[in-house]
């Protein structure tokens, strides 16, 4: 059976608490962003975890190894606490999300244009029909 590990961290992005989803799922890496704004309560990031993680779009995956986590309770705690400490986030995580942002701004770049010509072909038709009705009555 596959494992899939998922993780949230949150941390505080000058002037926005952000939290980053990382899902390791068949030793690949995908990540997703999701901006909360005010500082999240335990009970708001929970509710938020069980109502939209379904609904989060990941990145595309990338190889990464996956490490065997301890069954102790006592070293989980302790790389709990540890991770608490570190802030941000992984580098492998905020590489995933930086491709995530370019194909996104590709994306709109692509629609925003195809919106621009078909705007300006709909100038152009209105400004051919404008001219052949003005001839009509000569």
């Not at 909360?36 to 309560?41: D, N, S, T, V």
């Not at 492998?92 to 995530?100: D, M, R, V």
């Not at 195809?114 to 001219?131: G, T, V």
Request: net charge positive.
């Amino acid at each position: 059976m596959d494992k899939i590990s998922v993780k949230l961290t949150v941390y505080f992005e000058e002037p926005f608490w952000v939290g980053v989803f990382e899902r390791i799922s068949e030793e690949k890496l995908s990540a997703c962003k999701v901006i909360f704004g005010a500082e999240p309560k335990d009970y708001e990031v929970c509710d938020f975890v069980v109502k939209h993680y379904y609904e989060l779009q990941f990145s595309l995956a990338v190889k990464t190894e996956m490490k065997q986590i301890s069954n102790n309770p006592k070293r989980r705690q302790r790389i709990a606490r540890k991770q608490l400490q570190n802030s941000g986030i992984g580098t492998k995580s905020q590489q995933i999300l930086q491709i995530q942002r370019e194909e996104r701004k590709i994306e709109r770049r692509k629609t925003s244009k195809e919106q621009r010509d078909a705007e300006k072909l709909r100038q152009f038709e209105l400004k051919q029909k404008k001219r052949k009705e003005k001839h009509r009555g000569h």
